[in-house]
């Protein structure tokens, strides 16, 4: 069933039966002329021609694919307002909230910056997640984040993993994975951005995501990540709603030397950048 629930959004209350995380300034229940559809607001992009500004997505690809290199590259070209090659971003704040892999995001973190001439990006860190099964669990994060990120807007909050946000779900049931996308909306409903979660692969790679046929269908983006040699990496845009997909986009691994705050250095370290020849 439909989660129907009345969450402020940056201090606008959420219309009650409005769906798909997209705001618009007509009552969704009018009914409209075909000319009135025309004239609704075009979509509006996170990042231009890849990222929605609003909604739920997932980004699949197999472990050791530099899945959350590019999550945190991506953190830092939206929290510095940063283009990504040839497509602007919307800057806004970004909240990445990590069940595993904890230790290494600040570094990850500090490389980007580094490489990017940026400095104290407006990216916040949590090392947990919340529990997608759970809707007071998302109602709670909601709070949590409204305390502690305060007032500006966020503009992408990132889950990093859905798999151990999701404990103890069936991925290959429907009723239990459409509760799960439904609670990603709330959040992304709450805070009038994207959340964009972090998965893995099936059995078979070519079939996508793993689990429930609603993790794509019920989501407003899907990008499947392909480690194509030791330093190069493919991202398939392989669902953008209402926009053109089914294209892929190149990454390519550097590595530089970082300064962390503490005055250690450290050789080598890795981040991603776009592949202007991909």
Not at 84 to 107: M, S
Request: aromatic share 6%.
């Amino acid at each position: 069933t439909t989660r129907v629930r009345e969450i402020q959004t940056e201090g606008k209350p959420a219309q009650s039966g409005e769906t798909g995380g997209h705001s618009s300034t007509v009552a969704p229940r009018r009914l409209l002329t075909a000319r009135e559809l025309f004239d609704l607001q075009a979509p509006e992009f996170l990042i231009d021609d890849l990222l929605p500004a609003r909604g739920v997505g997932l980004i699949g690809g197999a472990s050791g694919a530099f899945k959350t290199f590019l999550t945190t590259a991506l953190a830092g070209h939206i929290a510095a307002g940063k283009p990504i090659g040839p497509h602007p971003v919307k800057q806004g704040r970004v909240v990445y909230l990590a069940n595993e892999g904890q230790a290494g995001l600040g570094l990850r973190m500090l490389t980007w910056e580094t490489a990017n001439d940026a400095a104290d990006v407006p990216v916040l860190f949590a090392r947990q997640t919340p529990d997608l099964t759970n809707e007071s669990s998302a109602d709670e994060w909601i709070e949590t984040i409204r305390a502690e990120a305060g007032p500006n807007p966020i503009t992408l909050i990132i889950i990093d993993t859905f798999g151990k946000a999701t404990l103890g779900a069936d991925e290959d049931r429907k009723k239990d994975m459409a509760p799960c996308v439904a609670n990603m909306q709330a959040i992304a409903d709450a805070f009038d951005c994207f959340v964009l979660a972090v998965h893995h692969l099936g059995k078979d790679p070519k079939r996508g995501l793993r689990g429930s046929v609603v993790l794509r269908t019920d989501t407003d983006a899907v990008w499947l990540v392909e480690r194509i040699s030791k330093t190069e990496l493919s991202v398939n845009i392989n669902k953008l709603k209402d926009a053109p997909d089914g294209f892929d986009v190149a990454f390519s691994l550097k590595t530089r030397e970082v300064v962390t705050p503490d005055g250690e250095v450290h050789a080598d370290c890795p981040y991603l950048e776009f592949n202007d020849a991909g």
